[in-house]
């Protein structure tokens, strides 16, 4: 009787947020009069794409979309690169200061992002790269708590492992590279699925790094249109339809590396 309670306990909350996702889609495909009228409903009075064509054939969400893939591209590659390689200096190379390092990197995952925001944009007026591909993505190409991830995962890998690399003659970095980080691939997807998601998802950033229409980013430009900077009237179905679509490639990353994500406890354990 317990495990009939506890099922219809979750499949309630299930359908509590679930229900604002379906309202999303469904009201993409209504008509804006539809929509206005019966903005809850799950079933169109009359279904419709036409929201969809005029979102790609009179917005720039194709540009914004262009710009977002290649941003969340680079970033999630770098973080991967330079989050393994600071994880693992922090977990197996003895230098003066590490502690200190460390102690730094936990400070900052403390520090709320919009603290750090004026301080960045400084930082990217100065270097010259505002409003440019290299604004978006540098400042973005590690984060703390990527390296933190990845310093617990190394230090579970036994170190007798790279005693014998070491012993056949292997450098460092060869070591790290060959060895230590293809047995760290939990680890990795879940610096993959956290950095696709952060990345493809920021918002704050994009707004003091660029001001080029040529360069807005899907959240940005979707945020446009949620507040009615680039359409006229409430347009229910434009807005959710740009929404449901930004939302794909999220829940696509997310289906397919679930299972890895929730295995780096146990992977971690097993090394």
Do not use: C
């Not at 989050?83 to 900052?108: E, M, P, T």
């Not at 790269?129 to 991830?149: C, E, Q, R, T, W």
């Not at 680890?187 to 707004?207: C, D, K, P, R, Y």
Request: aromatic content about 12%; glycine content about 8%; cysteine-free.
């Amino acid at each position: 009787m317990g495990g009939l309670w506890t099922y219809t306990v979750l499949t309630a909350l299930a359908l509590v947020y679930i229900y604002p996702f379906l309202v999303q889609v469904v009201t993409s495909f209504k008509t804006d009069a539809d929509a206005a009228s019966s903005p809850l409903s799950l079933i169109p009075m009359t279904w419709s794409g036409a929201a969809y064509t005029r979102l790609f054939a009179n917005s720039d969400f194709p540009t914004w979309a262009m710009n977002s893939v290649i941003v969340t591209v680079i970033v999630t590659v770098g973080r991967v690169f330079f989050d393994s390689l600071a994880g693992y200096a922090l977990a197996r190379l003895d230098f003066r200061g590490r502690g200190l390092v460390f102690a730094l990197l936990v400070g900052v995952m403390a520090v709320p992002g919009v603290v750090l925001l004026i301080p960045r944009f400084l930082v990217i007026n100065t270097l010259g790269i505002y409003d440019s591909y290299a604004g978006m993505a540098l400042p973005l190409l590690a984060d703390a708590a990527g390296v933190f991830i990845m310093k617990n995962f190394f230090e579970s890998i036994p170190r007798s492992v790279e005693e014998q690399a070491r012993i056949d003659g292997a450098s460092t970095f060869r070591t790290f590279w060959s060895i230590v980080l293809p047995m760290a691939t939990p680890a990795l997807m879940t610096i993959v699925i956290l950095s696709f998601q952060g990345s493809w998802n920021e918002l704050n950033h994009f707004i003091i790094s660029t001001q080029s229409p040529a360069l807005t980013t899907l959240t940005k430009g979707v945020a446009q249109l949620a507040s009615g900077q680039l359409s006229q009237g409430s347009q229910y179905p434009l807005k959710l339809a740009a929404a449901a679509l930004m939302t794909i490639p999220v829940v696509v990353v997310f289906l397919i590396f679930q299972r890895r994500i929730m295995n780096v406890s146990a992977g971690a354990v097993k090394g």
